[in-house]
């Protein structure tokens, strides 16, 4: 599965019966909560890094970026705009794209 197949799997889902996936009950709740489960998500991915357990972060890396995809899709932000910035910013250093911003 790639990161393509996951956002297309959470695009269906918007409109799905919230009682019919844990995805679709997220989106229901609107772009705010989703926002909210990425921050948790993205916290507890940092306290496995400084743990060091690889096993959890791998986990929690995986649940940040579904969180990261369904906050995308909750406002409407194709995966692919996102993939075209990164794409954008391989042609520069890092240090000169994040002065430029």
């Not at 197949?5 to 609107?30: E, F, N, V």
């Not at 970026?65 to 075209?84: E, G, I, K």
Request: charged share 25%.
């Amino acid at each position: 599965m790639t990161l393509d197949d996951l956002y297309a799997t959470i695009q269906a889902r918007k409109s799905a019966d919230p009682s019919s996936s844990w995805t679709a009950q997220l989106l229901a709740k609107g772009p705010e909560k989703c926002a909210e489960k990425f921050g948790e998500e993205a916290v507890e991915a940092i306290i496995e890094a400084v743990r060091g357990d690889r096993t959890a972060l791998t986990s929690e890396a995986a649940d940040v970026l579904y969180h990261l995809l369904v906050m995308l899709a909750a406002r409407d932000v194709p995966l692919s705009d996102v993939m075209q910035t990164l794409a954008a910013r391989q042609t520069q250093s890092g240090l000169s794209e994040k002065a430029n911003r």
